[in-house]
Structure formats: C-alpha cells, structure tokens
C-alpha cells in the first residue's frame, strides 16, 4: 500500500468539519486562529462544498499548508489563481489575499496545517533550522508552490504521521513532540523539493520588516474602510514615498491598495448582509461605495453572486440548519 493511500485511510478515520470561519475574520479579513505562543501550531480539517464554506478572501500571520483530498479545488492568492487537484501540497503565501473560489459542484475535504514561525525558527534556534521556513519566502514571484504527495511518498508519510500524532494519540508532551517532529519531516522534504539553497535569511526578515512598515496603515483601514483613501495619503502614512508605496504594498498584499480597499469593504459588506436586516443600498453606502450598482458589480465579481443572491443563500443555509438540527 503506498504512503499516499495510508494517508487517505488515515484521513478517513478523522472527523472533519463544515468550513465555516466567519466569526474568525475581521474587518480586513484577517482570519484569527489562537495558537499558543509555547506550542504554535495546528491542522483544521475542513469539509468545503459549493455554497457551505466562508467565501472572501482572507490573510494571516501564520503560515499554512493546504492539501485537498478527494477532487479539484481553485485557490486565488492575491493575482494569480492555481487549480489544485486530489493530493496537491499547496504552500500558501499567506500574507497575501487568498480564498477558495467556488464552483457548481465543488465538494472536497482538505487538510490545512497552519504554525507560526516561530514554532519552527526563532533568534535563539541553531542557524540550520532556519532551512525549514525557506520555501515560504523563497521565489515568492515565480509561481506557486505546490507538491504532488501520490507522487512523494516521503511527504506523503510525513503528513500521515503528522495526522496520527495530532489526533489519535492522547494529548500531552510526547504528542506535542510528534506533531514538531512530523512537521519538520514534512518542511524538509519541501525545502528539497523547492531547492531553496539560493536564498539568504535577508530576504525572509524583508519581507517581515515590509510587513511592519506597513501594519498603521493596515489599522487604519480596518477602522476607516469606508473612508476615501488615496496613494498619497497612504504613502504618507507610512513615511514612503508613492512608487516605494506602490511597489511594497503589492508586494505584501499580493494587489493594489484600491483593490484592497474594495476587499475590506466587501467583506465588511458581506457580514453586514449576514448579520443586519439593513437594505442593500443602505449597506453599499455604510462601507464606502458610492452607489448601489458599482457595489453588487464588485461584491458578484468577488463572491460569485450579487448580494441578494448571497442574502438569500445565507437565509437557506440557516433554514436547512434549523431543520437538520430541531432543538
């Protein structure tokens, strides 16, 4: 039996839960997850299907893998688009935007194993343990990095075996231990794959220190999304000068600050349509569009479907809750 069908034997054996991460986002669509500062780490398992999942795109500090198990998944990150298939590895470039794009038909379950860096390298780590992280901060721009585990039975065993620490032994420093020791199985069969050799530890503190330089004004949308908010203000905010700004913004958020701001607005607009009973042009205007019609073109492009469409759907999903669940 191959490592890749073990781990599909594992996986079937593991409770795996509707995708639903709603009340984990904020106003900018960071997606929380509370992890232990001794013990950073953590896998979700996920059942995702057309219409039951957390549509929007999403960021977060933390990094993450993502592995689709029974069919094909679309996965936006920032500008670019990769179609994963049944056992596809995708390292997530997580501080740029990203979301699942769904699709009539879509039904899949997935492993998503998130940790923070730290869990991994840190300042007082041996310089070598810094090799771990390198192919989440490597060749951020040559495409995405995705490997095929029918295809890598050392990746395969890693992850099957990250699995079995995770939840089938009893909790306690051994697990613990085992969960590390798996990841960094796992994380070194990528830096293989990945030859990252080439990169040098300035290139991962760059893209922190981008990060920082930019977090004021990331505050500052959060709480003034539905403001006018120009590139020279921006830039001004955060000390730059416009085409510094420019370039460091794209780089970190994966898009414009424009369609940035449209994201925050439409995720603030999306949550408005799930927990208000306001209209939707009352909500077009309370996150900053101008009007009604250039909203429900931008929430359809973003969502897959106009904001009646989505108010609607939410009302079904509630009914057929109600009714699966009678109390």
């Given at each position: 039996?191959?490592?890749?069908?073990?781990?599909?034997?594992?996986?079937?054996?593991?409770?795996?839960?509707?995708?639903?991460?709603?009340?984990?986002?904020?106003?900018?669509?960071?997606?929380?997850?509370?992890?232990?500062?001794?013990?950073?780490?953590?896998?979700?398992?996920?059942?995702?299907?057309?219409?039951?999942?957390?549509?929007?795109?999403?960021?977060?500090?933390?990094?993450?893998?993502?592995?689709?198990?029974?069919?094909?998944?679309?996965?936006?990150?920032?500008?670019?688009?990769?179609?994963?298939?049944?056992?596809?590895?995708?390292?997530?470039?997580?501080?740029?935007?990203?979301?699942?794009?769904?699709?009539?038909?879509?039904?899949?379950?997935?492993?998503?194993v998130s940790f923070l860096p730290e869990f991994v390298y840190s300042l007082g780590s041996p310089s070598h343990d810094y090799v771990f992280l390198l192919p989440f901060y490597s060749a951020l721009d040559r495409g995405a990095r995705v490997l095929s585990l029918p295809?890598?039975?050392?990746?395969?065993?890693?992850?099957?075996?990250?699995?079995?620490?995770?939840?089938?032994?009893?909790?306690?420093?051994?697990?613990?231990?085992?969960?590390?020791?798996?990841?960094?199985?796992?994380?070194?069969?990528?830096?293989?794959?990945?030859?990252?050799?080439?990169?040098?530890?300035?290139?991962?503190?760059?893209?922190?220190?981008?990060?920082?330089?930019?977090?004021?004004?990331?505050?500052?949308?959060?709480?003034?999304?539905?403001?006018?908010?120009?590139?020279?203000?921006?830039?001004?905010?955060?000390?730059?000068?416009?085409?510094?700004?420019?370039?460091?913004?794209?780089?970190?958020?994966?898009?414009?600050?424009?369609?940035?701001?449209?994201?925050?607005?439409?995720?603030?607009?999306s949550r408005m349509l799930r927990e208000t009973s306001l209209t939707i042009a009352e909500i077009a205007s309370a996150v900053g569009f101008a009007d009604q019609s250039y909203f429900d073109k931008r929430f359809k492009r973003a969502f897959g479907e106009t904001p009646?469409?989505?108010?609607?759907?939410?009302?079904?999903?509630?009914?057929?809750?109600?009714?699966?669940?009678?109390?």
């Amino acid at each position: 039996m191959s490592e890749w069908t073990q781990l599909l034997a594992t996986a079937r054996s593991l409770p795996f839960e509707r995708h639903d991460i709603a009340a984990q986002l904020d106003s900018r669509g960071c997606y929380e997850m509370p992890l232990a500062e001794e013990f950073g780490f953590a896998i979700k398992l996920f059942h995702y299907a057309s219409r039951h999942h957390t549509r929007g795109a999403t960021w977060h500090q933390r990094l993450e893998l993502f592995v689709p198990l029974d069919n094909r998944v679309l996965f936006q990150m920032g500008g670019r688009r990769v179609e994963l298939h049944p056992g596809d590895l995708l390292i997530v470039d997580n501080l740029k935007l990203h979301q699942v794009v769904d699709f009539p038909g879509f039904d899949t379950r997935v492993i998503v194993v998130s940790f923070l860096p730290e869990f991994v390298y840190s300042l007082g780590s041996p310089s070598h343990d810094y090799v771990f992280l390198l192919p989440f901060y490597s060749a951020l721009d040559r495409g995405a990095r995705v490997l095929s585990l029918p295809k890598h039975p050392l990746a395969s065993g890693a992850l099957r075996k990250l699995l079995q620490s995770r939840f089938l032994e009893s909790e306690g420093t051994l697990q613990r231990a085992g969960c590390k020791a798996h990841l960094l199985e796992l994380l070194l069969e990528l830096a293989r794959r990945f030859r990252v050799s080439e990169v040098v530890q300035w290139e991962f503190l760059r893209q922190q220190e981008r990060s920082l330089r930019l977090k004021k004004l990331f505050d500052h949308i959060q709480v003034q999304f539905q403001q006018r908010l120009s590139v020279a203000d921006a830039a001004r905010m955060v000390a730059m000068s416009q085409p510094q700004f420019m370039k460091t913004f794209k780089r970190v958020a994966g898009m414009t600050l424009v369609a940035y701001l449209n994201h925050v607005r439409l995720s603030n607009g999306s949550r408005m349509l799930r927990e208000t009973s306001l209209t939707i042009a009352e909500i077009a205007s309370a996150v900053g569009f101008a009007d009604q019609s250039y909203f429900d073109k931008r929430f359809k492009r973003a969502f897959g479907e106009t904001p009646s469409e989505f108010r609607l759907g939410r009302g079904r999903l509630k009914s057929s809750q109600r009714s699966t669940n009678p109390s």
